[in-house]
């Protein structure tokens, strides 16, 4: 699971907004395919009982995952964009957790119109 979650790239699409558009995209092609998701479900269901496997799960893909927004943060530095992302952490897990449940859980899709809503609330005033 943490080489299929280390494909994952940072993009620079022109702002943060565009960028994190860009990530999320990403991340729901890899949550869509079929052997992601039989592994990623069974890997939880196995991490709920198992606090070493839970540490490592933390350890091997979400905290390596984690750059994806630091690096998004550094890039719109960079380019003299304002970032209104305070706390990187919270905003990973926000999305993380909302992305995950909405293709694993809920089986809904993340289509563009549900992207564009999510990010309203993520980065708001980002459009444009």
């Not at 022109?14 to 860009?22: L, Y």
């Not at 995950?100 to 459009?127: K, N, Q, S, W």
Request: glycine share 8%; hydrophobic share 45%; aromatic share 4%.
């Amino acid at each position: 699971m943490a080489q299929l979650f280390d494909t994952l790239r940072p993009v620079d699409a022109g702002s943060v907004r565009a960028d994190a558009a860009a990530t999320i995209k990403d991340l729901v092609a890899l949550l869509s395919r079929p052997e992601t998701q039989t592994s990623f479900l069974a890997l939880a269901a196995h991490a709920a009982r198992d606090p070493g496997l839970r540490a490592a799960v933390r350890e091997k893909i979400v905290d390596r995952q984690r750059h994806l927004v630091h690096s998004g943060i550094a890039r719109a530095a960079a380019r003299g964009e304002a970032s209104q992302i305070t706390d990187p952490d919270l905003f990973f897990d926000v999305i993380a957790g909302t992305i995950v449940h909405r293709v694993l859980i809920a089986g809904e899709p993340v289509d563009d119109g549900y992207l564009d809503r999510f990010l309203d609330l993520l980065i708001p005033g980002g459009r444009g």
